[in-house]
């Protein structure tokens, strides 16, 4: 099994910044991606950003494209996604999770493993 645990939520004003920070613990893959999705009220879970393990590729929905950057330390088993320019549609609880194994990273069937999520707030 794999935990994933989200950090770096909170409340920010529209044009700030926040990033969030999830760690894996667990079994282990030799291939994998990792993913941050998020879910506002009413909305279906959506795809934001995604990773593979090497690092050097990486994907992100149009609407957080040139504002958000995921990113990865494996030595501490972290995915990171930092947000800058935030705005009040941004407001999502935000989703870290794991895919093991090649194939995409964009749909939430896609990923084994999800964390809990951590709220993020952006006021106009």
């Known amino acids: 099994q794999v935990q994933l645990v989200e950090s770096g939520g909170g409340l920010v004003q529209a044009g700030g910044s926040l990033r969030l920070s999830c760690a894996a613990s667990g079994r282990s893959f030799s291939i994998y991606g990792m993913g941050w999705f998020r879910q506002a009220t009413g909305n279906e879970r959506e795809f934001v950003a995604a990773?593979?393990?090497?690092?050097?590729?990486?994907y992100y929905a149009d609407s957080v494209k040139g504002r958000f950057t995921i990113s990865r330390d494996n030595a501490q088993n972290t995915v990171y996604l930092q947000m800058n320019s935030l705005k009040p549609e941004d407001t999502a609880v935000y989703y870290c999770?794991?895919?093991?194994?090649?194939?995409?990273?964009?749909?939430?069937?896609?990923?084994?493993?999800w964390g809990q999520g951590t709220q993020v707030t952006v006021s106009s």
């Open positions: 990773i593979w393990w090497s690092g050097r590729v990486t």
């Open positions: 999770a794991l895919k093991g194994g090649f194939g995409s990273l964009r749909n939430t069937d896609d990923y084994n493993y």
